[in-house]
């Protein structure tokens, strides 16, 4: 079996895993087995997964992930009253069945250009990422893709979002997760709900990445103080980010200036393994400055262009969508309101967002 990397996911394809079954399966570029595939695995989560009370009172989960699921409500009250979120009733659930990973994300590049494959979809567009609840078809579809002369990477996802759509449940891998890293991701997904931009997935999860740092952030603060361990915890995820942010984007400008030059396509090839090895010596002299463990994973079954981009989509801008808070007040609901004002699918939202970072002549 492949060894998987885990990374926070939004799986907005399965905004359309029910609709599409009603309205859409017609329409040309969708795939039908795709999205009975995941019809029929929402479904089944949601008709397994029981009400947060009944897990409360029960005895199928242990101290610490119940102690983190009596939280959750406070979670997104503060992010829908504090934070401006869009109230959903989303996590109002809980899938307690298994432990095993929910779904398992494919994404593809090709070996000599930063740019992702992508799968278009109605309603959402074309998405740069496809989520599967099985590991089997996961690893079909990475074999397709490799085929095809393509950088793949697959993936393992602790949460996703329907965009309000349907009532995403909360999972069993999500409670196990640091009480810091469960307000993260809610914070994170509800902010998909929020605002989402058809086509522009990495405006998408690079804003839901910021809101999510910087609102576990504040929720610590106001619920635990400024010395609590769940505050300071959020602090340092912010300052690992970052950094690690910095160091990532630093790595994919030494590739977009390889694979725009004028040297051959295998060439192109031998020399971004010699900027793979580097970056990953280069990350291991930086790697005892941080203080969380959320990068430990990185690169550790090598690197290829889809796992970069993969990464890129949260990671890559934050200190870009960060200089963009700092403009409107440090307010993330002055940012929303900011960003909503402006967003449509033809403004080209992380161009904007460039724009508004570069320091001013």
């Known amino acids: 079996m492949a060894p998987l990397e885990s990374y926070r996911f939004s799986a907005l394809a399965r905004k359309i895993s029910v609709i599409a079954l ?119 579809e990475k074999e397709k893709l490799i085929s095809k002369g393509l950088d793949v990477s697959i993936g393992v996802a602790v949460a996703y979002s329907t965009l309000g759509w349907f009532k995403d449940p909360l999972t069993l891998n999500l409670l196990e997760e640091s009480t810091v890293e469960l307000t993260e991701t809610i914070l994170h997904e509800m902010t998909h709900s929020t605002l989402y931009i058809k086509g522009q997935a990495e405006f998408n999860e690079g804003l839901a990445n910021l809101v999510g740092k910087a609102g576990a952030l504040s929720f610590m603060k106001m619920s635990f103080g400024d010395t609590h361990p769940f505050t300071i915890e959020a602090e340092n995820s912010i300052a690992d980010e970052r950094m690690f942010s910095s160091f990532l984007d630093s790595l ?47 690169g550790r079954y090598g690197l290829n262009n889809a796992y970069l981009m993969s990464i890129a989509l949260y990671h890559r801008h934050f200190r870009q969508f960060e200089s963009v808070l700092n403009q409107n007040n440090n307010s993330i609901c002055d940012m929303l309101s900011y960003f909503g004002k402006r967003a449509n699918e033809d403004t080209e939202m992380l161009r904007m967002i460039k724009a508004l970072s570069s320091p001013k002549e």
Not at 252 to 281: G, N, P, V
Request: proline share 4%.
């Open 22 to 140: 009603i309205m859409i399966l017609p329409l040309s570029g969708c795939r039908f087995t795709y999205i009975l595939h995941a019809a029929s695995n929402q479904f089944r989560l949601m008709h397994n997964s029981i009400n947060v009370d009944d897990a409360l009172k029960g005895d199928s989960l242990e101290a610490d992930p119940k102690r983190r699921l009596e939280m959750v409500a406070g979670i997104k009250d503060f992010g829908e009253k504090e934070l401006c979120l869009k109230k959903t009733q989303s996590y109002q659930t809980v899938y307690i069945e298994s432990a095993q990973p929910l779904v398992y994300t494919i994404s593809a590049s090709p070996k000599d250009s930063l740019s992702r494959i992508s799968w278009w979809f109605p309603i959402v567009g074309d998405m740069p990422y496809l989520g599967f609840f099985d590991l089997k078809k996961a690893e079909k």
């Open 252 to 298: 994919l400008e030494k590739l977009e200036q390889l694979y725009t030059s004028d040297i051959t396509y295998d060439e192109k090839l031998a020399q971004r393994e010699k900027i793979f090895t580097s970056s990953l010596d280069e990350f291991d002299n930086i790697r005892k400055n941080f203080k969380t463990d959320r990068f430990n994973s990185f």
